[in-house]
Each structure stands twice: as structure tokens, then as C-alpha cells.
């Protein structure tokens, strides 16, 4: 997908998103209603966030036990749906988990 350098990647998913979630009436209007959605959240990289790997000295094991396996991070809410990232410790991960009535994208990278 080429790249709009003059309107950041994020700021395109969450107008999207707005127009994607406004007019869902059930769950039988996601698959029709994301299809310009998907591809701009398969665009997202963790360089496009600035998103990188802390690079610190190595901790004893006290240490690294105090700083969270996972952090999130807001983006944006509205009336209509939320955004955020989780930045995972290498090794950590979220348990399966379910969140009735709602819809939701997920991206790894």
C-alpha cells in the first residue's frame, strides 16, 4: 500500500475507524463494514510509532520482576470506539480473553 506522507498512518485509522464503527448495527455488518479499515491497520509498523526496544543495561533479577510485562498505550476515544497499543516485554503475553458485544482489531507487529 503506498505510503501518504503528508497525513500520519495513525491519524487515517482513527478517521476510519470513526466512519467503520459509526455505522455498525450488529455483528453481521463487521466483515463489510472494515474492509478500508484492515488494510490501513496491516500498514501500521512499530517504526511508524517510534516504537522501539528499551535499549538499558542489563538488570538483576529483582529488577526486572518490578517493571510491567505489558504497558498500554492510549491513543484515542470516542463515543463509538477506543484505540490504544499494548507494548509487551519480550516473553510476556495476555491471556486469552473475551469482551462480550464488542468488535475489535488486533495487530501485531
Known amino acids: 500500500m503506498p505510503r501518504d506522507h503528508k497525513t500520519p498512518l495513525i491519524k487515517k485509522i482513527v478517521k476510519q475507524a470513526c466512519i467503520t464503527y459509526r455505522v455498525l448495527k450488529s455483528s453481521a455488518d463487521v466483515a463489510d463494514s472494515q474492509s478500508e479499515l484492515i488494510p490501513l491497520l496491516t500498514a501500521v509498523r512499530a517504526a511508524d510509532q517510534k516504537i522501539a526496544p528499551r535499549k538499558s543495561k542489563p538488570c538483576s533479577g529483582a529488577a526486572r520482576l518490578q517493571s510491567p ?6 491513543i484515542c476515544e470516542t463515543l463509538v470506539f477506543s484505540m490504544g497499543m499494548f507494548l509487551l516485554r519480550p516473553g510476556a503475553s495476555i491471556p486469552l480473553h473475551d469482551h462480550p458485544d464488542m468488535n475489535g482489531n488486533l495487530r501485531s507487529c
Not at 69 to 74: G, N, Q, R
Open 69 to 74: 510485562p505489558v504497558t498500554y498505550m492510549y
